[in-house]
């Protein structure tokens, strides 16, 4: 029983070459992706701009949740940018350099909230006044 042992840290000169085009075949797959990528130039920016609209919304809906406390504190004050700052709370930048602007409860971004968007947080505001200054509808609905 004379065994000789051999050295296994390397691999057959076939191997070796298996390996190296295996490699060079993902490599050359990989930059063709990245060609067609940069060429056409959409993918990147698409996914870009769809981050920075999902980080605006979840911005606003934080600013939304700091109104409702605000409003536990000083319940008689119309929520503006302005007075949550003075109120301590701290106003994020939107990530497209939009502005935030605040209609009653709701929150929305100049960039990235679209018009009608807009005009129904105005009608909905217009129609919470006219209620607090009108309460007999609401009281006749009541009862």
């Given at each position: 029983?004379?065994?000789?042992?051999?050295s296994?840290?390397?691999?057959?000169?076939?191997?070796?070459?298996?390996?190296?085009?295996?490699?060079?075949?993902?490599?050359?797959?990989?930059?063709?992706?990245?060609?067609?990528t940069?060429a056409?130039?959409?993918?990147?920016v698409?996914?870009?701009?769809?981050?920075?609209?999902?980080?605006?919304?979840?911005?606003?809906?934080?600013?939304?949740?700091?109104?409702?406390?605000?409003?536990v504190?000083?319940?008689?004050?119309?929520?503006?940018?302005?007075?949550l700052?003075?109120?301590?709370?701290?106003?994020p930048?939107?990530?497209d350099?939009g502005?935030?602007?605040?209609?009653?409860?709701?929150?929305?971004?100049?960039?990235?909230?679209?018009?009608?968007?807009?005009?129904?947080?105005?009608?909905?505001?217009?129609?919470?006044?006219?209620?607090?200054?009108?309460?007999?509808?609401?009281?006749?609905?009541?009862?």
């Amino acid at each position: 029983m004379n065994r000789t042992f051999r050295s296994q840290r390397g691999g057959s000169p076939l191997q070796m070459l298996a390996g190296i085009l295996v490699m060079m075949g993902l490599s050359a797959y990989s930059m063709q992706q990245m060609q067609t990528t940069r060429a056409d130039g959409t993918k990147g920016v698409e996914a870009i701009d769809r981050a920075k609209e999902a980080a605006c919304a979840t911005q606003r809906a934080q600013m939304s949740r700091d109104i409702v406390m605000f409003l536990v504190d000083y319940p008689d004050l119309k929520p503006s940018v302005d007075l949550l700052e003075k109120a301590g709370t701290d106003i994020p930048d939107c990530p497209d350099d939009g502005a935030y602007e605040i209609y009653g409860r709701q929150v929305l971004c100049t960039h990235h909230s679209y018009t009608d968007e807009f005009e129904a947080a105005e009608k909905e505001l217009k129609e919470a006044e006219m209620r607090r200054s009108n309460p007999r509808p609401l009281l006749d609905q009541l009862g």
